[in-house]
């Protein structure tokens, strides 16, 4: 990992989890290990902690995420390029 780059990690509580969400869990990050798109996070490493939390390192994204912007809309509209260019970023 370059030291000047920020990361991110996404902790999941395996504890927690049906059998089926873990599964899940484990196509997300084959997925991410696949995928190399400048407008798509990438994914850097996967390990599980001894708290038995699955932890997903990717890039950090300073502009968040499409959900949480959608969310802080609250009905209003975007443009019609905005949710393409967040969906894609």
Known sequence: MKEDQLYAIKKVNLQ??????????????ELLQKLRHTN?????????DEKNFFNI?????????LYTK??????????????????TL
């Not at 873990?22 to 196509?27: D, K, R």
């Not at 390192?57 to 995420?65: A, I, K, L, N």
């Open 57 to 65: 390192v990717m890039v950090y994204c300073s502009e968040g995420d």
């Open 16 to 29: 927690e989890m049906s059998e089926r969400d873990c599964q899940a869990t484990e196509l997300e990050v």
């Open 70 to 87: 959608i969310q802080n809309k609250r009905g209003g509209h975007f443009q019609e390029e905005v949710p393409l260019i967040n969906f």
């Open 40 to 48: 798509i996070v990438t994914y850097k490493d996967s390990f599980i």
